[in-house]
Structure formats: structure tokens, C-alpha cells
């Protein structure tokens, strides 16, 4: 994976038989790992049969699953730490054309009864602003306030996007 200029947690796969040949300190540094990778494919297939496990999984699990599948749209992504991470999930890279583009993802495994309220746009547009990245991307695993909608409209389309339950499960059921 190219350097994105971060201490992110890189989530490129890596074949086992590498990682068997390496060196004790190097296979430390590695942190999801094929095995992982698979168990991330098992949840989404398992997710795109029945949608109520969406909101029992652990929200780090829900990061990880974005991040698959941006991974499988070709974006280089990077997991940032569970604790202070900027008021972002994961960054993703996406090159077109010779051009890098970069994107910071907010994600939100809510209940379904529990929207995202608009202090979260807000919060997101601000980082996206901040740190010169190209778009910003909430996905959740509930629905968005209607005060978010209102607050959506007001940014060029180009610079957020908005995924909600019924966006998910359509990326999801693209991902097989």
C-alpha cells in the first residue's frame, strides 16, 4: 500500500504464507490480516441476509466492514485508532486518472431508531475542511434527521455524502 502520510492501520490483505516467513516483530505489526479478512466477508454476507444483525455488531466491526468495502471499490483505506481519532473512522484514498483523491469516513452503527443528527455533519464537514481532504462520507446503520437533510442541501453534493441503512444493504449486496 503507497504511504498516505498517516500512522493508520493499514488493512491491505496479506497472504498467510507471507506472513508465516516474516520475522516475529514484523508479523506484529500487522494487524488484520487475511483470517480477518475473511471473518469481515462472513459478517457482510451474513448482514446482507438478515439487516437486524447490522445493529448487533461491534461498532468497530461496522468500521471494518465500510472500510472492506471500500476496499473493494479500489480505495487504499486506513482503520484511524479507536480512541482520538479526529472525527473520522477511516481514511480513504482513490486514484483516478493519475489524480489521488482523499476521503474522510465518519461511521455511525446506531440503533434504528436513533438518527444522525446534524451536529455529526457539522462536525465532519469542519474535519473535511480542516484537513484539506477531497469528500467527506457518513455511513450508519440507522437513518438521518430530518435537520441533516436540510444541512446536506446546503453542501455541494461532491463534498458529502450521506449513506444510510438502505444505502448499506445496496453496497452490501453489491459487495458478493
Known sequence: ?????????????????????????????????????????RIIMDVSKDINLMYKIHHRDFE??????????NFEV???????????????VQSLSGMRNKYLVECKRYGPDRPVGV??????MF?????KANKGIICTTSYFSPDVKREFNQY?????ELKDNNNMLDWISKYK
Open 64 to 73: 471494518e466492514i465500510v472500510a472492506e468495502l471500500l476496499r473493494k471499490q
Open 1 to 41: 500500500m503507497k504511504d498516505i502520510g498517516t500512522d493508520f492501520i493499514d488493512i491491505d490483505l496479506i497472504p498467510q504464507e507471507e506472513v508465516e516467513s516474516e520475522e516475529p516483530e514484523a508479523k506484529e505489526s500487522r494487524i488484520i490480516l487475511l483470517d480477518d479478512t475473511q471473518r469481515l466477508k
Open 78 to 92: 486506513s482503520l484511524t485508532p479507536r480512541t482520538r481519532d479526529g472525527g473520522y473512522d477511516i481514511i480513504a
Open 156 to 160: 455541494i453534493p461532491y463534498q458529502l
Open 119 to 124: 451536529e455529526i455533519v457539522r462536525g465532519l
Open 127 to 131: 474535519v473535511v475542511q480542516n484537513a
